[in-house]
């Protein structure tokens, strides 16, 4: 290394330490804005500030800040609509739903902090040792993949998902590599990047990274599986687009009058749209009946409806509802399915959404105000099974659908389709996207069609190949008749 290298090194080390936070925020920035809903743009290179910031940095206090930075940079863009849903679902004041926001820092991309300790630990035993910090660069990309695997999450992404967003062939990859091996490339080719701008080859090995990304993509394409070995059924669905403050609203008698018979003119405009058509199942989505239909609250006004619908147009219903027994202190989230023989089986939901479904440390937080409206659930225990025309479909209602391990349950139990309803209208625009895209993830991880039912988008179909069928428009009342 010649004078001119050291003194330019040397001024490059005194800039990393005097603002240290700032390959973080740029970090945090880059994967942000190259997350769902945005196209993944800086996602090869999204890391690479951070990676070099670590590599250099030897206060270990250091790291481990930039770690914290790091997770609030990336959440603030990814995860921005948990402040408008908590203003929305829990009506609350601007501050709170911040306050709520910087509440979930903790609980959401917590692989960038476990990363971040993970490699405090590597930094310090390579120091113990004495081998080359430089050592470290190459077990980053691993130490950050093994976080992802191993962290729990309440909203389980990955850098990964973008290229299904992206629909590069890449992703194809995730039937031979599974999607540890797809995050392992992201990060790996990252960690090339900072190869390149600690090296006097940068050219080359930007270059080098160009052509293994290509070679990868070469890779999806002859990789690629199609399942063309299934069952067929034509779904009805409808899709309400309540108002929040209707669904808020939902349990008074005049709101709850108005939700169903929307619901009954859509279904009975769809049945004489497709009178022509044979129809296997009607699917409305999450709690689209805002009441109980057990077969005890069969006579009630609302509840009669909705047998009445089955029984005249020998149709097959699968709702979204509430159930409880009448000695039953509090609801469960339910799925109902109503044959055209009035044949009623229920699936109660099994995951609920922390702080908007259920209260964590009841004990402690049900005297905040904030928290004094949130209707208390119960929690399913058992996964089951829809059989709709001897094809069984494997249910998930709204937050369910984006835990992979739940849904290969439901594969394993024998689900052929997998079948999600849900209600993300809370959450303003990103969520539903992002929602979305981890539901049909996990679909593509086990080549099962799905059905994707919601109150306002996104709702769509898929084969078991990832394709989309069929995306009805967001935002407005609609129905669609779609084969599966």
Not at 98 to 103: A, S
Not at 181 to 193: C, M, R, S, W
Request: aromatic share 12%; net charge positive.
């Amino acid at each position: 290394m010649n004078v001119k290298e050291i003194e330019t090194t040397i001024t490059v080390d005194d800039k990393i330490q005097k603002y240290w936070w700032a390959p973080a925020l740029l970090s945090g920035a880059l994967i942000g804005s190259s997350t769902a809903p945005y196209w993944p743009w800086a996602l090869f290179f999204a890391w690479t500030p951070i990676f070099l910031y670590w590599h250099k940095e030897n206060s270990l206090i250091k790291i481990a800040s930039s770690g914290f930075i790091l997770q609030f940079a990336t959440n603030a863009i990814i995860f921005s609509w948990i402040s408008h849903g908590a203003q929305e679902f829990l009506q609350a004041s601007t501050f709170h739903s911040l306050l709520v926001f910087l509440g979930f820092q903790f609980f959401l991309s917590g692989f960038i902090l476990s990363s971040t300790l993970m490699v405090i630990c590597i930094k310090k035993f390579l120091f113990l040792i004495q081998l080359p910090s430089k050592t470290l660069l190459f077990l980053i990309p691993l130490i950050a993949t093994l976080a992802i695997e191993i962290t729990p999450e309440l909203i389980p992404w990955s850098p990964a998902h973008a290229l299904f967003f992206a629909h590069w062939p890449i992703a194809n990859l995730v039937d031979s590599i599974s999607l540890f091996g797809l995050n392992f490339i992201v990060l790996a080719l990252n960690t090339l990047i900072v190869y390149a701008v600690l090296s006097a080859h940068k050219v080359k090995i930007i270059l080098f990274s160009i052509l293994l990304f290509f070679c990868f993509q070469g890779l999806g394409l002859i990789s690629q599986k199609q399942r063309t070995d299934f069952k067929t059924l034509n779904v009805l669905i409808i899709q309400g687009n309540i108002s929040n403050q209707d669904k808020i609203d939902q349990w008074q008698s005049v709101v709850k009058n108005k939700i169903v018979d929307h619901y009954l003119q859509l279904t009975k405009a769809a049945l004489s749209k497709y009178d022509d058509r044979d129809i296997d199942v009607v699917i409305w989505p999450e709690t689209a009946f805002p009441g109980y239909l057990d077969l005890e609250y069969k006579g009630l006004q609302q509840s009669k409806k909705i047998y009445e619908l089955v029984n005249k147009n020998k149709i097959h219903l699968i709702t979204g509802a509430y159930s409880k027994k009448r000695r039953q202190l509090h609801p469960f989230i339910s799925l109902f399915s109503i044959s055209p023989t009035q044949e009623v089986s229920t699936y109660n939901k099994n995951i609920l959404v922390p702080f908007g479904e259920y209260l964590p440390l009841a004990s402690w937080l049900k005297n905040i105000s904030l928290f004094n409206s949130l209707p208390p659930h119960k929690i399913g225990n058992k996964l089951s099974l829809i059989n709709v025309k001897s094809v069984l479909l494997g249910p998930q209602i709204c937050y369910e659908s984006i835990f992979y391990q739940q849904a290969k349950q439901l594969k394993e139990k024998g689900a052929q389709i997998l079948l999600t309803i849900s209600n993300d209208s809370w959450f303003g625009q990103n969520e539903p996207i992002q929602h979305a895209l981890l539901n049909q993830v996990n679909a593509r991880r086990l080549h099962l069609p799905l059905i994707r039912v919601t109150n306002s988008g996104q709702s769509l179909v898929t084969d078991p190949n990832g394709n989309t069928i069929a995306r009805p428009p967001s935002q407005k009342a609609h129905f669609q008749l779609i084969e599966v």
